[in-house]
């Protein structure tokens, strides 16, 4: 009887693997795990099958890439036949792009689609063409069609739907969205430095500096003389202001620009002015919003919080090993504060 218990047992506990074998094979069937809301209903489970079918991903794909040949063929002047088929293509595929989201947002549910973010950029770019869609068959004229355009231009976005299937790709963005991320105090800092100089150059040179004729050939005073031209990098208006230190930031002929401001004033100042500018604002400020960007692309993503990690646990290691060495050295100075009393205690017992 006590050895027929154990054989009970075992049996009973074989039936439960199967029994519980046999739950996850509902649930995981051919490599796909099911979530719980498609066991109930078929109608999703066969959504979800699709949607995450290698096969349905690839011709996804491929449309991405008819899509992106398609915009790579508008041309202008177009014939009015060619530019008919490549609309007929185009409301093709907005359609199947369409039906892509229908069907990952029936099969894998409206939780699990909204976690991923190509997913919701996808729905945005196939609602804003279902608009454009719309716009078109009501035919509502929004005077020159700049609307339309805008619109259109939205499928060009579609070319970025690549990068869920390349991963290459997908990581370029990735470092890009960090490094924009990380360019941001820069960009301030730049702004305002910019703003601050276009501020100051309006001030010194705002309606100042006047020429003659367009060949900017001979200077004239602005107050005196009647008509002239002002050179086309000037600080009249905060506008062209930012413009020709935008200029000057770039080093695009920005000697030219210090010589033209230069020759009206006859001033020190302006030589001044403008080597500090660039000095400061191409040598430096540009230099170093390169390294940024520089930096983040060789480094690969992660990389910084793991060496920030690395680096506390160094500083804890060495916060442990300086205490031992302080507890080191106090044991060591106590003991060689008490060896004097130990032998002198030692020396009384001997002479005793």
């Not at 040179?205 to 002002?230: H, R």
């Not at 770039?250 to 100042?269: C, F, Q």
Request: proline share 3%.
């Amino acid at each position: 009887m006590e050895n027929e218990n154990p054989q009970e047992g075992q049996d009973q506990d074989e039936l439960n693997e199967s029994g519980k074998s046999s739950e996850k094979t509902k649930k995981r069937k051919k490599g796909i795990v099911f979530p719980e809301r498609t066991l109930k209903n078929p109608v999703f489970k066969f959504f979800f099958i699709i949607s995450t079918d290698n096969y349905f991903n690839v011709s996804i794909t491929a449309c991405i890439i008819l899509n992106t040949i398609l915009l790579a063929m508008d041309k202008y002047p177009i014939k009015k036949s060619e530019s008919v088929q490549q609309q007929m293509m185009n409301d093709i595929l907005s359609w199947i792009f369409f039906a892509e989201m229908v069907i990952k947002l029936v099969g894998l549910g409206f939780k699990e689609y909204a976690a991923d973010s190509f997913n919701l950029f996808d729905c945005s770019v196939v609602m804003i063409s279902l608009i454009e869609n719309i716009i078109d068959w009501v035919g509502v004229d929004f005077g020159g069609g700049g609307a339309i355009s805008a619109l259109r231009a939205v499928r060009l976005l579609r070319v970025f739907k690549l990068a869920r299937s390349w991963t290459s790709f997908r990581e370029l963005l990735q470092k890009i969205i960090i490094t924009i991320k990380d360019i941001t105090n820069i960009s301030v800092l730049m702004m305002l430095f910019m703003l601050i100089f276009s501020l100051v150059g309006s001030e010194m040179y705002g309606f100042k500096v006047k020429y003659n004729d367009e060949d900017l050939s001979k200077p004239v005073d602005p107050k005196t003389f009647v008509g002239g031209v002002y050179p086309r990098q000037n600080f009249n208006t905060l506008y062209q202001g930012l413009t020709t230190i935008f200029i000057v930031f770039i080093g695009e002929d920005w000697n030219s620009v210090m010589y033209d401001h230069y020759r009206p004033t006859k001033s020190a100042l302006t030589i001044v002015y403008f080597m500090f500018l660039f000095i400061f604002g191409n040598l430096i400020l540009l230099n170093l919003f390169l390294a940024i960007l520089l930096k983040n692309f060789e480094e690969p993503p992660g990389q910084e919080e793991e060496d920030n990690d690395d680096e506390e646990e160094v500083v804890k290691k060495d916060g442990v090993f300086k205490r031992l060495s302080v507890f080191c050295l106090s044991c060591s100075f106590c003991c060689k504060k008490s060896s004097p009393s130990l032998i002198q205690n030692g020396n009384d017992g001997e002479q005793k």
